[in-house]
């Protein structure tokens, strides 16, 4: 699997964006976004499943970030609002064949996008 993101850029704080990433290659059973930022560890953001669509976020971003799939066009979107700093990182979307139990652990992903900067600006 092969992945695409996109989306990324600079926003002042309370604003929004939206983060795309596209697959191609094989079904992609689980997406998720993960962010690094700098000089800290990569660290889980949110994952949707293919069965139920399920989805999953870490608590800073909840309420905040809607993570969504349109598998006719073997897409994910990470909808970002009321951004703030601390929200500023690198920010991977990644993908999995398989439907772990597991979302939050990057082990469970076997597929990488490239990464996409997002910068939040007070």
């Known amino acids: 699997v092969q992945l695409q993101a996109s989306g990324g850029g600079q926003v002042q704080a309370g604003g929004s964006l939206r983060l795309s990433c596209v697959a191609s290659?094989?079904?992609?059973?689980?997406y998720a976004w993960f962010r690094q930022a700098p000089g800290k560890e990569r660290e889980f953001v949110a994952a949707?499943?293919?069965?139920?669509?399920?989805?999953h976020y870490t608590d800073s971003v909840k309420g905040r970030f809607t993570i969504s799939r349109d598998d006719a066009k073997n897409t994910v979107h990470l909808q970002m609002n009321s951004l703030n700093a601390d929200d500023t990182a690198v920010y991977f979307c990644?993908?999995?064949?398989?439907?772990?139990?597991?979302?939050?652990?990057?082990?469970?992903?076997?597929?990488w996008g490239q990464g996409t900067l997002v910068t939040v600006s007070s």
């Open positions: 290659g094989r079904t992609v059973s689980k």
């Open positions: 990644a993908a999995s064949t398989i439907e772990h139990i597991i979302y939050n652990r990057r082990e469970t992903y076997r597929f």
């Open positions: 949707i499943t293919r069965r139920l669509a399920t989805t």
